[in-house]
């Protein structure tokens, strides 16, 4: 019997992902929804109008982030989140809009219901941390 994997644990949340290939699935979900959502057009205009960039920086931060291969320091060096983003103007609107867009991009990987919501209570963390502004 294979017992249930703990997320969090290792790269248990990595492995539920899909590993690199899943999560570059899940990034590309997520930016596709940045791009059409009328909530997020206020966070999509923040970014560079080309996101091929942003889509591999997420990507490969997820992968770590998630317990897997540190990719993203492996090529760009190391970062900081909630500093990083101290140069956006993020309140908990904009806060909301990134999280709506990785909701809807969730919504559409073959995860768990029980994955897609350990992941969503987790991207809050850094979201919430990323926020510079009270609205
Ligand atoms: C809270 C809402 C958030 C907003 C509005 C936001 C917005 C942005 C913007 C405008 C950029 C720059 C993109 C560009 O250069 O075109 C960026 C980069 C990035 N964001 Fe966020 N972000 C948010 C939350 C997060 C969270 C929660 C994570 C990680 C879990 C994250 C990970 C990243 C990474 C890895 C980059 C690339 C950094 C680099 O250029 O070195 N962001 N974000």
Not at 42 to 51: K, P, T, V
Not at 59 to 77: A, D, N, Q
Not at 94 to 99: C, I, M, Q, T
Not at 108 to 127: I, N, T
Request: aromatic share 12%; charged share 25%; hydrophobic share 40%.
């Amino acid at each position: 019997m294979t017992a249930t994997p703990v997320f969090g644990q290792g790269d248990a949340s990595y492995q539920a992902a899909g590993q690199y290939e899943g999560i570059r699935r899940l990034v590309d979900d997520f930016y596709d929804a940045m791009d059409t959502l009328p909530e997020a057009a206020h966070i999509r205009a923040m970014h560079s109008a080309d996101l091929t960039e942003a889509r591999d920086k997420l990507t490969r931060f997820l992968c770590g982030w998630l317990g897997g291969p540190r990719l993203f320091s492996e090529k760009y060096g190391s970062i900081a989140i909630p500093s990083f983003h101290r140069a956006f103007p993020i309140g908990p609107k904009e806060r909301d809009a990134w999280l709506t867009c990785m909701r809807d991009a969730a919504a559409k990987q073959p995860y768990s219901d029980e994955f897609k919501a350990y992941l969503l209570a987790q991207l809050y963390v850094p979201a919430e941390r990323s926020r510079s502004l009270d609205e």
